[in-house]
Nanobody
């Protein structure tokens, strides 16, 4: 059984930082691309960042690329998302997802991700 578990969310003031983690189990983690998406209340889920099986393969959303960093630690089956200079508009549930449908390469499209976590809430106060 594949399980993705996000953690690290919480309440933070504008301008602050958070590091989200996603621990994976039940899959050959090192061969999967991992993505981060977010969904704000009343809005559709949107792509944030992704990292391929090759950690040099990273892809960021144009809307937030300068404030996020995605990384992975295969020895721990974990992917991270570092968020900096947080803004109230970053308030959302953040989800990680795993993909091998396109050979472990990054993708901004939800359809390419086979497995999803339950999400971790990030709330940014002004």
């Amino acid at each position: 059984q594949v399980l993705l578990v996000e953690s690290g969310g919480g309440l933070v003031q504008a301008g602050g930082s958070l590091r989200l983690s996603c621990a994976a189990s039940g899959l050959p983690f090192s061969s999967f691309a991992m993505g981060w998406f977010r969904q704000a209340p009343g809005k559709e889920r949107e792509f944030v960042a992704a990292i391929g099986w090759n950690p040099k393969d990273t892809h960021y959303s144009n809307s937030i690329w300068d404030r996020v960093t995605v990384s992975r630690e295969n020895a721990k089956n974990t992917v991270y998302l570092r968020l900096t200079n947080l803004k109230p508009g970053d308030t959302a549930a953040y989800y990680c997802a795993a993909s091998r449908t396109i050979g472990g390469l990054t993708s901004p499209f939800e359809v390419n991700y086979e497995y999803w976590g339950q999400g971790t809430q990030v709330t940014v106060s002004s």
